[in-house]
């Protein structure tokens, strides 16, 4: 594998991270501490950001000019990527490559169901998975939270809720009680409609990719936790393994309970609850680790802030509507709020646009939308990429991936210290690789170019 020189990295991913500091002032920070110092003397000598300019994107250098459109023409002589570069202070459009046609955009559709969440949910929201009694039998009720989690100390960022939490707190109300034996039904009703978006392949499933989108469930519906760190196989019926692993502890704390059927927990009396990490850590997790299942819970909670049914369709509808609340929709079209449905249409031209709109600082909420990009060469679904290359650390983009399809879209700064978004698409590509290849070339373009 490929190494970048440390000091260079430290640097390179500094100047990433003021700049998230700058363009989200005033959302909580929410990123792990990185062991960078202060302020590096190199990054002090550049000066790409004045410390006292927060709240706007930084314009450190001067505009790039027509250079930079034909170096970016040339590593596309092809014309197989669609894609566009602005510069995010003022919108001007530095390259243009059909930036205006629609393309299956993949995971970068994540980008939008992202940016509508940040917009109408409260940052600090969680999501409540509880139990509740109703006679003689308990009701696990799903809130839509799929990182709960099987494990009894979960570790991993962020901190999800634990069912084994959920399972002690249970145990202890029924001994006060003196109740020693339960079944355990279970409501996933919060969801309607479908557990598979428009146009998802059957194989979605098996192969990994995504779990039957359900209310509830454990580990994101599978068999293991945490999709950043691999594929595993999604549960059969995701809400009853979410029940069986409850049952389980409450096993293991002393109270016999067997697994019963889907019931409404309508009208119960709360015994426990357990809370999600809030919406802005659930964002930038989904960010960085493109994770679908988080995503479609994000849309969905959308919906139930607009008061729309919380289905595909209900999702999709509010976003949309947050989109043009934002003044953002459009070239937007979406079914699905992960990415997953080929049926998704979003051009080069708005995503680049959104990207630049959570970086303006207009809405400091959405700051996290840029937070949550994985950095080229160092984290989440970039971190095998721009290895290498001298715009490693200096590119945040959120990646997508389909057959036939890859794209990129995020910022960069140039050689000079400004900022630029930019939208890179290819669809119909007969090599996935050689495609990703092509875009990460593209995005070391907007980097290395002293245009």
Not at 55 to 84: E, F, M, W
Not at 132 to 142: N, P
């Amino acid at each position: 594998m490929v190494t970048v020189d440390r000091p260079v990295a430290v640097v390179t991913l500094f100047l990433l991270q003021v700049f998230a500091v700058s363009a989200s002032a005033g959302v909580v920070k929410i990123t792990p501490e990185r062991e960078l110092s202060p302020q590096p003397a190199a990054v002090a000598e550049r000066r790409v950001v004045d410390p006292g300019e927060t709240r706007q994107v930084t314009g450190a250098g001067k505009i790039p000019g027509a250079a930079l459109a034909s170096r970016l023409a040339a590593r596309n002589a092809d014309g197989k990527i669609t894609g566009v570069v602005l510069d995010a202070r003022t919108g001007r459009t530095l390259f243009d490559a059909g930036s205006t046609k629609a393309a299956v955009p993949a995971s970068t559709t994540k980008i939008v169901t992202s940016a509508a969440a940040l917009a109408v949910l409260d940052p600090g929201m969680t999501l409540r998975t509880r139990v509740v009694r109703k006679g003689d039998r308990l009701v696990l009720v799903g809130g839509g939270d799929p990182t709960l989690s099987s494990k009894a100390k979960p570790t991993s960022y962020p901190r999800p809720a634990s069912v084994a939490d959920l399972a002690r707190q249970t145990a202890d109300a029924l001994k006060t009680e003196g109740v020693g034996a339960v079944t355990v039904d279970y409501d996933a009703s919060l969801y309607q409609g479908s557990d598979m978006g428009p146009g998802w392949k059957p194989t979605y499933v098996t192969e990994g990719s995504v779990a039957p989108i359900a209310a509830l469930m454990v580990d994101n519906g599978r068999s293991a936790p945490n999709p950043c760190e691999g594929t595993v196989t999604p549960a059969d019926n995701g809400p009853k393994a979410a029940t069986q692993a409850f049952a389980r502890y409450l096993n293991q704390y002393g109270v016999a309970t067997t697994v019963g059927r889907p019931a409404s927990g309508s009208g119960g009396q709360d015994v426990a609850s357990v809370d999600s990490p809030p919406v802005a850590e659930l964002v930038e997790h989904l960010m960085q680790c493109s994770d679908n299942e988080v995503a479609e819970a994000m849309a969905r909670q959308v919906a139930l802030k607009k008061d729309l049914p919380a289905s595909f369709e209900g999702a999709s509808r509010a976003v949309r509507e947050t989109l043009q609340s934002l003044g953002m929709a459009q070239g937007v079209a979406t079914v699905d709020g992960s990415g997953l449905s080929p049926q998704n249409r979003i051009t080069p031209l708005a995503l680049a646009r959104l990207v630049s709109f959570t970086a303006s600082g207009k809405r400091p909420e959405l700051g996290t939308v840029l937070t949550g990009m994985p950095v080229g060469g160092f984290s989440g679904t970039l971190s095998e990429r721009f290895l290498g290359m001298p715009s490693a650390g200096l590119v945040r983009a959120k990646t997508g991936t389909l057959n036939g399809v890859a794209t990129l879209a995020g910022v960069a700064y140039d050689s000079t210290g400004r900022l630029l978004s930019f939208a890179f698409m290819a669809n119909d590509a007969a090599d996935l690789g050689a495609a990703r290849v092509a875009l990460d070339q593209l995005a070391d373009t907007v980097v290395t170019c002293a245009c």
